[in-house]
């Protein structure tokens, strides 16, 4: 009876851990998708404008996915290369999550995503899109009187809704075709020089990434040779000795396609600024975030007020006058970019003392209250290492080696198919379409289960004791295999936190947690269904 009643409690355990991990898995990317900055509800407000405009008019060109390595083929962009010989150019570096929303709002507000209230996750469809909370470079042209169009991506339309942009075309495309239609829409502005801030986006490159066989392949260079040359129509409309041309991309893509991780390759992109107010040179690496002061500065603009970058005033032809007065202005913004942190913080005491210190003094405090919090999650994480361990040991069962060799082997398995066999990275990189991500995991561990568990079984003898004890012995086996699976689970707690709340997370053991979860959950599901398979080989062999 007690031996029943112990495999019933296995069976209504496994229930509950399966539908724990859905739950779970569910509640950790509903609070990634929902997370909102600690600004979100009460943004610092916009400083003045310097006034002091260093072109007439700036076009910004965002080729969504651009490489950099891409960028400086000559083979495949010889125009943009052309374009270097007299610009200003640097390597540009961005912050995960690497993707478009995120990125975008980056560009525009000059704040990381930890701050800007960007959606960490591109939105599934546009009436998900989020709109900007932090003022942003064409909200700042707004109350500067510049008049503002932007071509592009449908997501911008709702994004800048309250940026007072005037005009707009907006496309649910992204091929190469969607390209030329955004490329005819702004062709007239570029003729018409009232439009003195363009935004054009560029969406074909991102395209063949994900859709066309990734960033090695031919219809990859194919769509950026194309961008080549809409660069040469866009530049033809332009006086470089009155207007800017400032060429970037969001983003970069893994050689297997797709964004969003923490791969090098996704977080490097080209920077090439010509034109009138720029000083042509090859510069040290710069930040996402110094685009949007840069272009304030360019334009006479105020300085977006969640800005945490830098104006690259060493590419600009600033006078002396000119560059003290805008470092002023952006020490002020700093200044009370700071405060407004610090009161969502709960902080003070922490001062601006030069540029860039503010940034500085905002990964402070979140540092210090992550290391707060970590104190406690620590303490509860070792606890939920060391009990479930504690009763392991306690049982003293003899063939415990010999299930933990078949979870390991369960859980090589589902590596070497995962990450060897399909390629897959430990990033959101490999998350582009979710559904495939979660079957790919199902069929990875559903294999490596049933090869573990096989180990296990048949080095324990484990079919020769009948159906029950056949059924408890998987069900032995697949605590041991799940509590090796809890671990990096419980990393992630450390870490991050059960959720996203505050604070964007540390992506790397995010990720591995969430696999984790999912890895559990089928565990417990397919689980189940070894533990009756069990139960009916034995019993048709004890009858034979």
Known sequence: MKNKTRLWMGITALLLIALGAYFLANAVMDSLMNFRSPLAGDPPLAGDASGSALSRR??????????????LDVQVMPYLNKLRQN??????????????DPGWATVLSGAWPDINDSQPANPPDDDSVRTFTQDDIF?????AGIKTAVSGFSWFEQMLANSGVDEGFYTPGEDSAADMDVLGAAVPWLQDAQYQLVL??????????????????????AAARRVDAMLQTITAGLDLEKDTLLVISDHGQIDAGGHGGTEPITMLEPFVMLGAGVVPGQYADIEMVDIAPTLAALLGTSIPASNQGRALTEMLAFTGEQEEAFNELQQLQQEQLLQKYQTAMGVDGFQVDGTGSAATAMQTIRSQRLARERIFRLVVTVLLVLLPGYFIYRKKDRNLPKYGLGALVAILVFHLLYAVVQGNTYTLSSMADANAFILCAAQDMGIGLLIGWLVSMLWVKGFREGSRTAAQTSIDFLFILLYMLFLPILWNLYRNGI????????FGSMFIGFLSILQSMFVA????LLTGLSALVAGVKKKA
Do not use: C, K, N
């Open 499 to 506: 959720l996203i709340t505050w604070t964007l997370p540390e």
């Open 87 to 100: 610009a200003a150019v640097a390597t540009m570096h961005s912050q995960p999550p690497s993707y478009s």
């Open 525 to 528: 599901v397919f689980g189940l």
């Open 139 to 143: 909200a700042a042209a707004d109350r």
């Open 58 to 71: 700036v076009v910004v060109v965002l080729v969504d996915a651009l490489r950099e390595d891409t960028s």
């Open 200 to 221: 054009i986006h560029l969406d074909q490159v991102d395209y063949a990434g994900h859709h066309q066989g990734g960033p090695l392949g031919e219809d990859w260079a």
